[in-house]
């Protein structure tokens, strides 16, 4: 749902000022065949206030385009330099340890998910085996081959620049509609209600369908681009 802003806010009024001055200083003029003053003024002070907004919005979202580019150039040259050194690195698969799986906080104000990125793993889809891999800051998708960075709030798509933006406990496509929530125990679409739990070191689906086990300790970003890669956009 929209959060209520002053700018919205703003909007909202000025379309109420243009649509009531409109409708009066009509009304009046097909009636007696003069302009009320008053509602000319509303309407006339509605179509600047509008007018303005309008500007304002465009120059947001430019302002806005323009910070996400700059953003994902750094992190497009970081990864050029980081990406030969990374690739050069063995994985050993059969590596024998006990899992590091997720751990309640003591305290409500504690975060529910490590901020610890310093973990390297698997995550395994039950009786089929492991699909993506977690490494530091990066997870690959075993499927396609295809590495995921996160930077801060936002992830890149190696080769392909910016694929997502993190807010709190959202993660969204570019620019389009957040995707999935974190709440509590919990993972729900957005604008679908619950879709997913989480119990121990399991990620299981809401109708049993699919289930999931992480043997490393992951944060809440990760974790919101997992349910984005294990479970789709839609």
Known sequence: MRRITLPWTITVISVLMILYGGYFTITKY???????????????VGFIIFSLMITYYISFERNRAKRMKEKQKEAEERIKIEEPN??????????????????KPSSKNDDYYSSSLSNHGYIKKVGYGPVLEVSDNRIRDIRNNQYYTIEGNYVYLNGGGLAYEIS??????????????????????????????ISGNYLTKYDLSEKYEISIEVNKSQLLLITVLLFGKY
């Not at 003053?37 to 509303?42: D, E, G, H, P, W």
């Not at 690739?87 to 751990?103: A, D, N």
């Not at 125990?185 to 679908?192: M, P, R, T």
């Open 30 to 44: 097909k009636v007696d065949d003069v302009f009320f003053i008053t509602s000319l003024i509303v309407l006339i």
């Open 86 to 103: 990374y690739k050069k690195e063995t994985i050993v698969s059969e590596v024998k340890r006990e899992p590091r799986v997720y751990q």
């Open 168 to 197: 709190d406990n959202r993660i969204r496509s570019v620019g389009s509609t957040y995707l999935y929530e974190i709440s509590g125990d919990n993972i729900n679409k957005v604008f679908g209600g619950f879709f997913a739990s």
